[in-house]
């Protein structure tokens, strides 16, 4: 049985990835991805083939990695954060399925929902959704349906891909979809490059944060009726009965 | 500044932990967590304080450690899974915010979603929602709305907490919710002692899993509508548009 893995780095520093990440990319033969994971990587495991490519080159770069693996060699295709959230674990399944010799391991890894919210403080320390805007795969009305019933549901959401060049408006508008059910004081925060060089981060409300402008490298977060400001930090209590001192 | 860490440890092998949480606990003076978590890192940390408590002690345990914090030792409090998600990160804040010269610091792990997930293949692929049925510090009604809304929305959910002694019923009642906006054939999955002796997972339709009785120790997936089985593994496509070969 040839064997392909699907491995989340986390959000970008070495100290990030968890040891089983670290030993099964250290066995590989061939490591593929992104060309700015790899860049982040290549470093510690110099001895490699590396399968580089761009942003659009995701199912080249898995089919190529998949051929490596059904060829006898030990292969790992890299993604930030977790393999499987909007990862590529998926799709090498579904590209790998007409080899019945080939097994994909999935490695998981910090995705940027944990590894934001720890900058921030504890914003997801309740019930919360996950939801990209980005539309390349996704049609935009389905994504307002997730938004709305999310924030109708008073789940703390976090927004992956919350914008880009040609998407500058979305954020604005997933904004105006939560601000029907959740409050203009509600407490959100965001993060910008994750454990990386240059990493920011505000806490704000969802009226101001409807104002600001963020880019792709940024993760949103949107508290719940629950969530507060706590000398800094942003803190969703782990419950609604039981009420703790917070002065 | 005196300094507290909340330190998510992964689902359990200590191989799962990232590279930070090992750093940051082998510098500790103080170790504070829950027996059974406790249990499973001290062997690799044995010089150190342990403040150790069963499961309904944790609003105590973390006053101790923040004390020890507060005191002038280095002090961490060692959640299972990511130190926010359902964690004592906010706990923490909570309690610690009467002391200004307290900083508490996060550590972000992979939380079950993210463990289960690799367990089973990529569920978590597309936009989820993670909902706790701990009826503990929640009205059971805002977990039902919270149920029938992401299910309406065709998020993939990740439930903690499924069940317990206590709550028998929880899991099917919640399928039942579920039911109402996804089809009975729904690939869903469950995955007992993520990381831990005794793993066990299983890939079954909704319809299925309403009949199944699960554990407190099990985290259970309900797919989306896109959601299949590829080669024994739960599999949700990234995108609705773009569509690739699964045969």
Redesign the interface.
């Known amino acids: 049985m040839n064997r392909i893995y699907?491995v989340?780095i986390?959000p970008g520093?070495?100290?990030?990835?968890?040891?089983?990440a670290?030993?099964v990319l250290k066995e590989c033969d061939v490591i593929a991805g992104y060309s700015v994971y790899v860049d982040l990587i290549k470093k510690y495991y110099p001895n490699k083939e590396y399968i580089v490519s761009g942003m659009r080159g995701e199912?080249e770069r898995c089919i190529k990695a998949i051929e490596k693996a059904v060829s006898g060699l030990k292969t790992a295709v890299v993604c930030s954060g977790?393999?499987?959230?909007?990862?590529m674990?998926?799709?090498i399944?579904?590209?790998g399925?007409?080899y019945k010799e080939l097994e994909?391991r999935?490695?998981?890894?910090?995705?940027a929902a944990?590894?934001g919210?720890?900058?921030l403080?504890?914003?997801?320390?309740?019930?919360?959704?996950?939801?990209?805007l980005s539309d390349?795969?996704?049609?935009w009305e389905?994504?307002e349906?997730?938004l709305k019933?999310?924030a109708?549901?008073?789940?703390v959401i976090c927004i992956y891909n919350p914008s880009s060049r040609k998407r500058a408006e979305y954020l604005k508008n997933a904004c105006d979809i939560m601000l029907k059910y959740k409050s203009r004081d509600t407490v959100c925060g965001f993060v910008r490059n994750i454990g990386r060089e240059g990493q920011e981060s505000e806490i704000l409300s969802l009226e101001e944060l409807k104002n600001t402008n963020v880019d792709m490298f940024t993760t949103v977060f949107v508290g719940n009726e629950q969530s507060m400001k706590?000398?800094g930090?942003m803190?969703?209590?782990?419950?609604?009965?039981?009420k703790?001192?917070?002065?």
């Open positions: 699907a989340g986390g520093e070495y100290e990030k990835m968890t040891v089983e670290m030993e199912e977790d393999a499987g959230v909007y990862g674990a998926g799709l399944m579904e590209l399925a007409k994909v999935v490695v998981a890894g910090v995705t944990l590894s919210a720890a900058v403080g504890a914003p997801l320390g309740h019930d919360f959704a996950v939801i990209s390349l795969m996704t049609p389905k994504i349906k997730r019933l999310a109708e549901a008073d789940m706590i000398k930090q803190v969703t209590p782990r419950g609604y009965i039981e703790y001192h917070s002065n």
